[in-house]
C-alpha cells in the first residue's frame, strides 16, 4: 500500500524558514516524480515546486529563490525547504508522487505564517 506521510508544519514568524518532509512506502521512489502542492484557505491547490527522477526541479514564480525542493533516494523522502516565509505562504502543504497513470497524494501538513 502506497503511503506519503508529511511532517515538519509548524506556525512561524516572517522571515523565518521551515523544512518539510515527504516520507514515502510502498512505492519504487526512485521512479516517481515528486511534488508539493499547497491549498490556502478558501483558494484552490497549486503547484508550489517538483522534482523530476531526473533531478530536474520546478517551482512556482512565488516561490521561486525562497523555497528548494530535493529528493534522498536512499531514504524514499523528498523535501521542501522554505526560507524567506511570507504570510501568503500560509496553506496546508501536500506532497504528490506521479508516475504514468499513478498519482497519490498525502494528507498535509499546515504551515502558518503569521507574527
Known amino acids: 500500500q502506497v503511503q506519503l506521510v508529511e511532517s515538519g508544519g509548524a506556525m512561524v514568524q516572517p522571515g523565518g524558514s521551515l523544512r518539510l518532509s515527504c516520507a514515502t512506502s510502498?512505492?519504487?521512489?526512485?521512479?516517481?516524480?515528486m511534488s508539493w502542492y499547497r491549498q490556502a484557505p478558501g483558494k484552490q491547490r497549486e503547484l508550489v515546486a517538483s522534482i523530476t527522477t531526473g533531478g530536474t526541479t520546478n517551482y512556482a514564480d512565488s516561490v521561486k529563490g525562497r523555497f528548494t525542493i530535493s529528493r534522498d533516494n536512499a531514504k524514499y523522502t523528498v523535501y521542501l525547504q522554505m526560507n524567506s516565509l511570507k504570510p501568503e505562504d500560509t496553506a496546508v502543504y501536500y506532497c504528490?508522487?506521479?508516475?504514468?497513470?499513478?498519482?497519490?497524494w498525502g494528507k498535509g501538513t499546515l504551515v502558518t505564517v503569521s507574527s
Open positions: 510502498g512505492m519504487f521512489f526512485s521512479l516517481y516524480d
Open positions: 504528490n508522487a506521479e508516475l504514468a497513470r499513478q498519482d497519490y
